[in-house]
């Protein structure tokens, strides 16, 4: 049976969207046919029916309504399909045949900006990605604020993947050739290629701050977002990139394991340093904080600038509280903006812009008359956007949510819509009167005058009153089960007018509206500088909120690789802990002592004190102040840690691989102005496999790098090296025996730990009472065995060059019958012994 021709036209369109599930508009619905329906049933959870034809002839077939179809879409976008969304372009009252039709847009993981699954907190990353020699030259943009940047990944394909899964992407842009080498390790990353077989021409104002050899990825990008959304980029602003230097690098693993944006158990906010520093009150600021602890800043310069601000927002606390309070009524400015750009802001939309820059003049006046210069100076940023403003005053206060229904337009803007608005709704006075006169006129009560699209405004009188209506004036228009519905010459004519007049002021009201929409576009890049203004003081008076609160300080920097903490404290920990008194602990690093080697028992708190220093850093590098009695500082590079033990099951490593790995980035890659972190290294194989790696590495990084290192380790054999190693020093966290159970103290004191305590943790643990007993018995075997074992291997020492007299002297010794012997013999013995060895000498 040969295909209708809408099936037809349906066949066509999507054959040019094989890899998405197409929504083709049916009237009030969109419809899915063949493939797409099978499984979009199953998706949905949708019924599933057939059309055309007989048996197996049958076309399968499905739908979601028109106005419900956003909460189907997020299903499929949030199960990592696309969906290319195909519209009626042409009037059906003015076609013949078949409507033509067309894809309007392709909505997918990285493209998609609507619906209840977005998150107004996080950024919508779409990346591409193009291979170079050393790596790979990665571009990314959030198309719902228009934000963008590029940069360089050194490596593998791994380091690739882990930078955007840092960064949280869900789509990646690629050529053909790099499709083939991600696509069995991306796992829940959609890749789409983009083969640009026509060369796309990106505007040289988004190229301009970028690498040459990084352009690439974003033409990529570009080309696939204009080829997808169908719409202007004109809101995508220039690409920013950081020159090498000005940023601190924190890798991947580093990120995860100082719990930063993520917890390292269940992913979530709670329990991070984003979720500490977070007081920000708009979303603008939230996504620039996490921006910022993303690629804290490495200039000085740049750091000091934020410090600055902080520290006057503390000192004028009512003139912060005024701003937090004129930023709350200031809405997403970002992605108000990406909506103007696309052509899909609503009435709404442009009204709550409106108010939100109605705030600013307050905001500029609050920081211009805070006597504050560094404030002062800060309100000069600020852009009031006025002709905006004055584009704006024709919406009304409380626009509708559909543009397209009238109410958007504020009465006395436009002298003809006013017209047309006074013609409609003196009509539909005229309407209500004469509702009141015919029911005066026939006596029935209950008649009244209604309205519909299909037949128009209609009298309607119950069959009970039949006999009262006036049927030389009415002329039957509908009949109902319990009713009959009537139209007169008079209300004909008067339909006609009102209709006529709602029409035409419908139809004007949205022209104008999309007008004044697409005259607001022009000032985009203006309403993004001002977004990018405020969303950073709102994030610097958060900064200001939390010191105020957690008592954190202001860091000084220094030009050396010094740091000085003193009275330290886990910023997260701490306030996890409620009111349950937190132990600070200080940290100096000098030059010529700049490697740390922990000990101390499990529990004791080696990792949060490692952590704490990291994470104090990167508070440091984003402006913030930072939670101790003081900070001295250098600009760190890098930060890289080894915190922690997983197994990456996916790629098959065990627990001992990952830290072999991950030990191995951090160290081909730190500098000596970089921090290392490096938390039990070797647990996973034998002890002195271990041991001897541990040791190695120590020394490696003493020797070859030079940069500040923390290195904690249950291998108390490792403190010796303070004796060969010149810059490095025993620290260890403290603990005590009460009452035969352990106390952990939670200080670093200088020198090595004395014991690690490790059963008594068990006991802390509640095992059982028999293998608490049983270790015990072991642990005091094990040491004597260790003892005798030493005791050997000294003894065995002074003799590694022994011959043949010390092999006589040795067998002496073995053969003599000590307990046999009297005092007398037994000096002889060691006389003759003694000769022997001088006649050796």
Known sequence: MAPTPMIQQYLQVKSEYQDAFLFFRLGDFYEMFYDDALNASQLLEITLTSRGGNGDERIPMCGVPHHAAQNYIDQLIQKGHKVAICEQVEDPKLTKGVVKREVVRLITPGTHTEGKSIDSKSNLFLAAADQLPDGFALSYVDISTGEARATYITGTEKALLQELQSLQIRELVVSNQLFLLLNEEAQDLVLSIETMDEVYQAEERLLAACPEDLRLSIQRLLSYIARTQKQSLEHIQAFSYSESGQLLSIDFHSKRNLELLQSIRGGETKGTLLWLLDDTVTAMGSRKLKQWLHQP??????????????????????????????????YDLERLSGRIAFGNASGRDLAQLRSSLERVPAIIAELQNSGDDVLQDFSRKLDRCGEVCELLDAISENPPLSSKEGGVIRDGYHEKLDEYRYASRNGKDWIAQLEQQERQRTGIKSLKIGYNRIFGYYIEISKANMHLADLERYERKQTLANAERYITPELKEKESLILTAEEESLTLEYELFVKIREEVKQYIARIQELAATLSGLDVLMSFANVAEKYRFVKPDFNSSREISIIEGRHPVVEKMLNKQHYVP????????QNMLLITGPNMSGKSTYMRQVALTIVMAQIGSYVPAESANLPIVDQIFTRIGAADDLVSGQSTFMVEMLESQYAITHATERSLL?????????????????????????????????????????????????????????????????????????????????????????ELPQPILSRARELLVSFESENKKHVSEVEQLSFFDDRDTESEEVLQAIADANIAAMTPLQSLQLLNDLQVKLSKKG
């Not at 902080?310 to 005024?322: A, N, P, Q």
């Open 677 to 765: 972190l490096f938390d039990e290294i070797g647990r996973g194989t034998s002890t002195y496999d271990g041991m001897a790696l541990a040791q190695s590495m120590i020394e490696y990084i003493h020797e070859n790098i030079g940069a500040n290192t923390l290195f904690s380790t249950h291998y108390h054999e490792l403190t010796a090296l303070d004796q060969t190693l010149d810059k490095l020093s025993n620290v260890h966290v403290a603990a005590m025996e009460q009452s035969g159970k352990v106390v952990f103290l939670h200080k670093v004191k200088k020198g090595p730990a004395d014991k690690s305590y490790g059963i008594h943790v068990a006991e802390l643990a």
């Open 297 to 330: 800043l490495a200039n000085k310069r740049q750091i000091e600038r934020r410090q600055f601000m902080v520290e006057s927002l503390i000192e004028k606390y009512f003139v912060r509280v005024e701003l937090q309070s004129l930023l709350k009524e200031v």
């Open 585 to 592: 602990n200080d940290c100096v690093l000098t030059n010529d």
